[in-house]
C-alpha cells in the first residue's frame, strides 16, 4: 500500500464518514497501486506475477 493510501486508510475523518456510512470493507485490490480489475483469485495471482517480473 503507497504511503497516501496507508494515510488515507487512516484518516480520522474518513474512518468517521466509514463509521456513520456503516462500511465495513471496499471491494478495490490494489498490487503496488494498480488496480485490480478482474475480481477472483486467478486475476490476483496474475497480476502479483506481473509485478514479481516488473521488478527484476
Known sequence: ???AQRQWHSDPQVLKAWEAAAVR????FFVNGK???SFGAQPLIDLV???IEQSK
Open 25 to 28: 470493507q471496499t471491494t478495490t
Open 35 to 37: 488496480p485490480l480489475l
Open 49 to 51: 506475477k506481473a509485478e
Open 1 to 3: 500500500m503507497g504511503s
